[in-house]
């Protein structure tokens, strides 16, 4: 079958990027192996943010010692609640996947299932299982392709990485029991949403990162005030900390809570000890430590999603980070293009969804001639307090040798901040000396929403000045924005 545009995932930068083709006139033919809406919808984006309102009204937690029938009591209702904010998270996540399936039937998009692996540069095939038995290859023909196939969990290549008890977080989102311990190894984005979410919810949980700071790529000030107040809220951080090995735990070793102290709300440890545990080792500061856990989650990062695509022998040059493109996300192979996670570039649905765009605006040479930016791509950590950031940190501006100005104002110091009962947080923005934004980084209640009016001043070339004379309502949470412009 020949077409105009043939794409390989449909995910958010898939499927978006199919409807927009096709109401410019092409003809697509969409490529999914697993379940429409990617990652993001299916394991991602989607249900974590579910399960992290859950977390916002936890459960509401009975006086008593840990001991007897009130433990036994308290575990049963977190139980329940958990179970409850798994269905409520299943119910969005059909109506969105509703809703993309929908999508799929805009005119001049025809959706394949099955795997797909090229022959030749303008060719995919197609295996699809047909009662349980992969079918004969269907073959598809275009003149541009474009490959979304997005990204796999990563694990640390020490003992025990595959034991039973270790998951992802695609395990994590459908968790039957709460884990009365938990052990995160991985301090990025997605360790410490689940971090917030459960400990939220009444586990005791511990991180262990392997980099000196939690979420390595974000501003170093900002992480570091996270940090802290995620361990006020009884999260435990080891940091500058290598796990080695995770191992069963013994029935006779002794339970250490493996919880910090303070925690607002954690399920009672009793007991010596059971089976079923696991140990993890880890080495911080030269000297081994062991946290024993009822479930590990390995959230260590992501890799691209390469497998049987067939890529090398089409010539598509990749790395171990992923497939390599040019600004306008093409690949070495004219006509072949790369969005998405599966790039390395940066992996976030809405980066997907932009490059979907560029890719598109010159397989349709279109004169706008689209570049993708990440300085121009916010990021966000849906944790509480939130963490959101778009452009360059302190730490990239001193190694690049870029003067700046930092300008900084507090939550504790905003009216709604205080009436919400939300006053731990910051705003900094960075600038060069003549005020062009260079970056911005928030920690705070709604900071997914307010980095959005810096990207947009970033994108459009407004100034810290320009912001600091536009009028923003009172009070909100916005005023922050204005308290840092005029700082």
């Given at each position: ?14 499927y978006e990027t199919a409807v927009r083709a096709a109401k410019a006139g092409l003809s697509v033919v969409v490529i999914e192996k697993q379940h429409l809406g990617g990652t993001c919808l299916n394991a991602g984006c989607i249900p974590t943010k579910c399960l992290c309102h859950s977390a916002e009204s936890p ?61 030749d540069s303008h060719t995919v095939a197609v295996k699809k299982m047909d009662n349980g038995q992969l079918s004969i290859d269907n073959e598809f023909s275009a003149p541009n392709i474009i490959i979304a196939t997005g990204s796999v969990t990563k694990f640390l290549p020490i003992p025990g990485a595959h034991a ?141 999603n390469l497998d049987s695509l067939n890529l090398a022998d089409v010539g598509i040059e990749a790395t171990p980070r992923g497939i390599v493109v040019d600004e306008h996300m093409q690949t070495n192979v004219p006509g072949i293009y790369a969005i998405g996670d599966v790039n390395g570039l940066i992996q976030l ?139």
């Open positions: 079958m020949n077409t105009d545009l043939i794409i390989i995932g449909a995910g958010p930068g898939g459960i509401p937690s009975p006086s008593c010692a840990g001991r007897g029938e009130d433990a036994e009591a308290l575990l049963d209702e977190a139980n329940a609640y958990l179970a409850a904010a798994i269905a409520r998270k299943n119910e969005v996540m059909e109506k969105l996947k509703t809703g993309v399936a929908q999508l799929m039937k805009t005119p001049g998009i025809t959706l394949v299932e099955g795997e797909a692996r090229f022959l039973e008890g270790v998951v992802t977080s695609t395990e994590m989102l459908n968790l039957a029991t709460l884990p009365q311990r938990l052990c995160i190894i991985g301090g990025g984005v997605i360790g410490l949403e689940f971090a917030s979410i459960f400990q939220a919810l009444g586990s005791q949980v511990t991180v262990i990162e392997f980099c000196k700071e939690v979420l390595p790529q974000f501003d170093r000030d900002l992480a570091k005030r996270l940090r802290t107040s995620l361990k006020k809220r009884g999260i435990e951080f080891h940091t500058g900390a290598a796990a080695k090995e995770i191992r069963p735990l013994l029935p006779t070793s002794p339970r250490n809570g493996g919880g910090a102290e303070g925690a607002t709300f954690p399920l009672p440890i009793t007991g010596e000890g059971r089976e079923g545990g696991l140990c993890v080792d880890f080495e911080e500061k030269g000297k081994v430590q062991s946290v024993e856990a009822d479930l590990v989650l390995m959230a260590v990062g992501r890799a691209a649905a809405h980066a997907a969804s932009a490059q979907g765009r560029v890719a598109l605006a010159s397989i349709l040479k279109d004169t706008k001639d689209l570049k993708f930016s990440k300085e121009l791509i916010p990021s966000a950590v849906f944790t509480v307090p939130e963490a959101a950031m778009v452009g360059l940190t302190e730490e990239q501006l001193e190694e690049a040798g870029i003067e700046y100005q930092a300008h900084k104002a507090f939550y504790r110091a905003n009216g709604k901040a205080l009436a919400m009962e939300a006053d731990d947080g910051l705003v900094k923005i960075l600038t060069d000396k003549e005020g062009k934004i260079l970056g911005c980084h928030i920690l705070g209640a709604h900071a997914s929403d307010l980095i959005h009016e810096v990207t947009l001043a970033m994108r459009l070339g407004a100034t810290i000045h320009d912001i600091a004379d536009t009028v923003h309502a009172h009070p909100s949470l916005s005023e922050i924005l204005l308290a840092a412009a005029e700082a």
